[in-house]
């Protein structure tokens, strides 16, 4: 479904021949970068984003220079798109600057689209009132009912698809009885500057619904659908293009009169006012502390290592000097074999396993690698990252904090490190597994809250902090390729061929033996207790979740709760985490199981994961793919993949993945640009052990991949500040990463309103590393991230403690069409996916593994 702008229409100057420019005012929502794309993509217009409560223009203490500033700013624009967002325009803060735009006087009108939102605040100023819809509308699709005039003139069926729970009534008579559909096309008296354009009768209980309006004089117009998503028709398209013909009618009978204002005090006040458009934070983000760049951090990682290497000596040459690589068969030996030869189950170490069944992978599309991170003992450094405070810390082996800054954005600091540990270009760099070495680890949900400016929750009083981020440079690692039967043995360690070939001949060995490698023997665990959320309380949060949607706030929130499982303690020597882990790999194999154990005895991490959900990948040209899952049926006797996709084709599986795939669209966009955000595979069901999803996949990719360069002409057009499109700086993965976190499948949408809100209904309890991500960032410059979900999380308690304690997160996505039973059992349904490791058989109430 992708659309390539540059071919789809000549710029259209309005005055003068330059490039249109448009000002978007986004309200927050999760969608904004798709419906600036759009319009980039129809009208091959610059489009400037800012927030409705850019501080520039916002404040209303200063005797009315911001306004004056306002007035200035839009002096720069053709005409301005206001968009969705949360919330109601019966509360100032939701609307912000949009509520000034309807009070511009002649001087300064100018054209303006409303969506959504937008188009709420435009029809509550003339009059109608803003009311809740008896059922809300997320992700649904229908066919409206339009008058073919004005910005519908020509169009088609138009599919629209809506996210909204309020709805504008003008006091048609068709909103109040579905037999009056006389004067469907008519301002009503109580409205008498709104001219309905479009109805939508598609539900019922809610009636006759206003879809589209136009102001009779004034050059307004407002869409309720959104004309951006992925599901709505071409006709989307149309309806800008259409629109952008209207404002140029208008503007060339309207000039505007209005100069720029240069007088002392205004200037002062843009120069104390500084506004900051989200997509330059990234790249202009200043470290706190200057102690320590990032290309030394990266020195300190790249060589601290090495006992050649004193710490701070400036080296000439930073990145791993070359990767140090042998291959051989795999033969009959599986990842946990290799990982058992190796020693992993008594030793620090990350294993990413893609699951298989009967030899192949789980999920089409993922599952051709297995990779084990080694830890190499007394040398691995380790960076954590605490988001409260900022702080970015490298530890070696025997924990000792070697640096510690504070960064203020830690995302652009990991960017810099990564690029300066970058392996060089060389022979060896041919060997094409996904990763050669890099940082391994895991992201907190919390450290994604804060990507978004939400204060993520405090630990629990007296926990011990634990890092955000928590990632293991790996220097020696071990790459199966299951497509191939190949494994690769690997190391970015100085010359550390002897170890590579040892350990390769050590796997051929164990390959070679006539039998099978000797599994370790079985662990005695007593019956654990299990302490699951109650229902009624879950329940309580359903109904809250169900309330803020009904309000408006939130078009999909992703409840979770967590579940402690409470082990008595078995001795220290044992390997118990890795038992378990194998366990799940038999009892619940996934695309992407992790076994992780990190950190010294006493305070380090075990995690055991079984996600079904990639986050995101990207290959060393920084294409990437992301793979949100949403739509949840549990496998029970009898329910056939038939069955599954009749239930995963309703509408309410349909609308929550549609969200999804529409806000990793927007995240998409938001680093890659338009034109180069692609949907590939839309709601498809895939079959798991346990239950059936309905999964998608949205990829990016940068201009400078293949086929996406402007044509010629869009060269020469002079706009000054036009820069052609193969010398814009590129986007990397880690932006990429940087702006979709926290994954949108755990938040809902808006994300940043729902995730407020989740906070608060949850009681601000850290969700930790259950909806966080696990993977890695490789010295070649790919990268690749699972969702954690189906995980059991273990932090290493007081010692004398008697019992360790294992937690696990479920939840699903809360729309206003859930039932309270219906989301309890799917929250039930995933847990067990997981809790069935820890469960003893009854008849021992022991059990051997
Ligand atoms: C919240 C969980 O899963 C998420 C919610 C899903 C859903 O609502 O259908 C599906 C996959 C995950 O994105 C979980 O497994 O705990
Ligand atoms: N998408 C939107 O802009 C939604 C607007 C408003 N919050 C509603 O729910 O109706």
Redesign the pocket.
Known sequence: MKTNGYQSMQATPLESPRRPRILFID?Y?SFANNIVALVQESLNADVEIIRIDDPRYSNTGDLGLSHLAFLNFLSNFDAIIAG?????VNNDKDVGLIKKLWQLDDADVLPILG???GF?SLAANFGSKIERLRV?RHGIVSNILHSNRSIFAGLGEVHATQ?????VNIYHPIQTSLEAVWNLWKSTDECPQLEPLAWDFDDESNGAVLMATKHTMKPFWGVQY?PESICTSDEGKKIIQNWWKEAKSWSSSHPRTRTTTTSHSYLQHITNNPGQPKEKLFKAAKHLSAACSPEDFAQIIAYGHSPNHPRLRKLSRLPPECLNVNTTRVGRLCVTDLCELLKIQTNEAIVLQSGLINGLPVANGTGRYSIIGLFVPGETLRIHYYAPQRKLQLRNDPNEILIEIMVQDVWAYLKDIMQHLKLPDGPLRDCFTPFWGGLMGYVTYEAGLQTINVAPSPPACGVVAQPDICFAYITRSIVIDHQLGDVYVQSIRGHDMEWVSHTISGIQEARDLKNPPSALGGVDFASPQHSLPHKASYVEKIRRCKESIGA??S?ELCLTDQTKITVPKIPSTTPFAWHLYKTLIEKNPAPFTAYIRMGQVGQGVNILSSSPERFMSWNRYACCECRPIKGTVKKAPGVTLADAEAILSSSKEQAENLMIVDLTRHQLHGVYGAGNVEVTKLMQVEEFETVYQLVSVVEGRPTDAEGCAAPEEDRSNGNADYVPVEYRPQPTGIEALAASLPPGSMTGAPKKRSCELLKDIENNEPRGIYAGIIGYLDVGGGGDFSVVIRTAVKWDGVADDPDEEWRIGAGGAITAQSTEDGEYEEMIAKLDSIRQIFVAPPASGRTIL
């Open positions: 309200a929502d969705p967002g949360p919330g109601t969506i959504c939102l709420q809300p996210y909204h729970s309020l709805q959104h408006g706030d078009y």
